[in-house]
Nanobody, 124 residues
Framework: VQLQASGGGLVQAGGSLRLSCAAS????????AGWFRQAPGKEREFVAA????????YYGDSVKGRFTISRDNAKNTVFLQMNRLKPEDTAVYYC??????????????????WGQGTQVTVSS
């Protein structure tokens, strides 16, 4: 599976961005999809994940209530709607897919395929 993330950019605090991750080369609808982020000098952090059907979602504590993950299996795409952005949300955002069970969704080592990342910068 090849993943291509897009939609990053520069936004002021309090603003919104919508990230997209387009999949190709595999059966995307069979995978759980997730978003992670990594800021300079920090470890990769779990952001959100969504089950293959879209029926189950899971969020990191730092983004709950502000970010929403969704997917369109007909278009082989997963989205991350980011609202009320904060400067601490600044990072490179990566999409990834996995087939592991729900309890492992938050661990980056659980994911099999990764996109190249898209930069999100939130100014104060």
């Amino acid at each position: 599976v090849q993943l291509q993330a897009s939609g990053g950019g520069l936004v002021q605090a309090g603003g919104s961005l919508r990230l997209s991750c387009a999949a190709s080369g595999g059966t995307f609808r069979m995978y759980t999809a997730g978003w992670f982020r990594q800021a300079p000098g920090k470890e990769r952090e779990f952001v959100a994940a969504i089950s293959w059907s879209g029926g189950t979602t899971y969020y990191g504590d730092s983004v709950k209530g502000r970010f929403t993950i969704s997917r369109d299996n007909a278009k082989n795409t997963v989205f991350l709607q980011m609202n009320r952005l904060k400067p601490e949300d600044t990072a490179v955002y990566y999409c990834a897919v996995t087939r592991v069970v729900f309890s492992s969704w938050g661990a980056s080592r659980s994911y099999d395929y990764w996109g190249q990342g898209t930069q999100v910068t939130v100014s104060s």
